[in-house]
């Protein structure tokens, strides 16, 4: 297969959907074979703030001269995002290759691996060829039955856990917790951010259970300026950084400050014009932090809210955090067939503050012009899949190919 077969083949395994579990996943790096010994293996976990710990760590470590490589989702533009070496994306060639290699493996598989699956036993081919020094991993659905468990790291981080994905992970913070806390391995060092209670409470148990050491990180990092903006952003580097020390990796304060100065990730309060900010927030929780940055950056100004937001999250919790800094809402009609309709998304805003100006708009152009022409600075928000269809088009790329929620 060329890449966009690959790629074509890859996104039809969406039709066996989200299956969480470690049964096909260890099959595929065991048949491949994967072999990642000798390297470190950093584990993050969490419901917001885990991508930009693993873009800060994975940033740190290549300013300190360590060859990295760094596995993430969902993508934004492309699929070649999710899996990078040394800051590289994954080339096409090696998207091709790989996946007509899997394809081939597990033509006659019952049950037949996931697109999720399949894309991680892929990064981790690439990344076991590749000579590297540390390996920074993002769950991509909770934690204990995700692909990227299967693989033994030498330290498991945490992030803010909060409601999202209820679907899967449970409707109380317990269960979501529970889930999350299962990258938590036996005698393996846990650093963990500032938690919630109930989920604290988790990790603990957790931790105590398999013997592992535990580090609650609660400070700051405020030694140097930091390319991401939000004070949250500050704590993420708190953990970043303690994960780095709990792998045992040695770095000094000039790349770790060189590292934060650099740190790129997308849709992270992303500035991409004096008047627009795009961000990805997708649960009422990162719209509550989002809020909180937009008025540490704006103060009271208020924005062009442009708003999408996939039709199984939390739309009025969304919208009730958002709506405090907005003067008005433009509601664009998108691509994903899975993003909620503009219309349901007008009622929301309607029965929270009848009196908010909101408007829907059938094209994403047609909005982007509207929100121009205002006198308020822009935000965009609401989804990931959302701000990478935002990003293709203000890059004049064309559509990538339809994700699915990991």
Same mark, same amino acid.
């Given at each position: 297969?060329? !890449?966009?077969? /690959? ?31 000798g390297t ?13 710990? +693993? ?7 290549? /300013? *300190? ?6 596995f ?15 800051? $590289? ?7 091709a ?23 991680? %036993? ?10 590297? @020094? ?9 934690? &204990?039955?995700?692909?990227?468990? =299967?693989?033994?790291? @030498? ?9 999202? #994905? ?7 913070? $317990? ?30 148990? &957790?931790?105590?259970? +398999?013997? %592992? ?7 700051? !990092? ?7 903006p939000?004070?949250? *952003? ?5 953990? =970043?950084?303690? /994960?780095? #020390? ?18 790129? +990730?997308?849709?992270?309060f992303q500035?991409?014009?004096? &008047? ?5 927030? #997708? ?7 989002? /809020? ?24 009025r ?18 691509r ?6 503009? $219309?349901?998304? %007008? ?42 269809e935002?990003?293709? #088009? ?9 994700? +699915?929620?990991q």
């Amino acid at each position: 297969m060329n !890449y966009r077969e /690959a790629l074509a083949w890859l996104y039809s395994l969406q039709r066996f959907g989200i299956k969480l579990g470690l049964e096909n996943i260890r099959r595929l790096l065991a048949e491949l074979p994967v072999d990642l010994r000798g390297t470190r293996v950093i584990h993050v976990a969490g419901t917001n703030g885990k991508g930009s710990v +693993c873009a800060m760590i994975d940033s740190i470590c290549r /300013a *300190q001269g360590y060859r990295t490589a760094l596995f993430i989702s969902p993508h934004l533009v492309t699929f070649r995002e999710r899996i990078r070496v040394n800051g $590289e994306m994954i080339f096409e060639d090696a998207v091709a290759n790989g996946l007509t290699l899997i394809r081939d493996l597990i033509a006659d598989w019952d049950p037949h691996p996931t697109f999720f699956e399949v894309t991680t %036993a892929l990064a981790l081919k690439y990344f076991a060829e590749a000579k590297l @020094d540390i390996v920074i991993l993002e769950t991509g659905l909770g934690g &204990r039955l995700d692909a990227t468990n =299967a693989v033994q790291s @030498d330290v498991s981080a945490i992030a803010p856990i909060d409601f999202d #994905h209820e679907k899967w992970l449970g409707d109380s913070l $317990e269960k979501i917790a529970t889930e999350k806390a299962g990258i938590i391995k036996s005698n393996i060092p846990v650093v963990c951010s500032s938690q919630q209670i109930e989920a604290e409470k988790v990790i603990r148990a &957790r931790a105590a259970e +398999c013997e %592992a050491p535990l580090q609650f990180v609660t400070e700051s !990092y405020d030694c140097s300026p930091i390319a991401l903006p939000g004070q949250h *952003q500050k704590q993420n580097a708190a953990v =970043a950084i303690a /994960a780095i #020390h709990a792998a045992n990796i040695d770095i000094d304060d000039k790349a770790i400050a060189r590292g934060l100065a650099t740190v790129e +990730c997308p849709a992270r309060f992303q500035k991409w014009d004096e &008047r627009t900010i795009i961000d990805g927030a #997708h649960n009422p929780s990162a719209a509550r932090v989002l /809020a909180k940055t937009w008025r540490e950056i704006f103060s009271d100004q208020r924005a062009t809210l442009i708003l999408a937001v996939l039709s199984d999250k939390n739309l009025r919790g969304i919208c009730e955090e958002l709506v405090l800094i907005a003067s008005s809402v433009l509601l664009p009609k998108i691509r994903s067939e899975r993003a909620a309709p503009p $219309e349901t998304l %007008a009622k929301v805003l309607s029965s929270i503050t009848p009196s908010l100006p909101h408007s829907i708009v059938p094209s994403l152009g047609g909005t982007l012009d509207l929100a121009r022409a205002k006198q308020n600075p822009n935000l965009i928000t609401g989804s990931l899949h959302f701000a990478g269809e935002v990003l293709a #088009h203000l890059h004049g790329e064309p559509a990538a190919f339809e994700e +699915c929620e990991q």
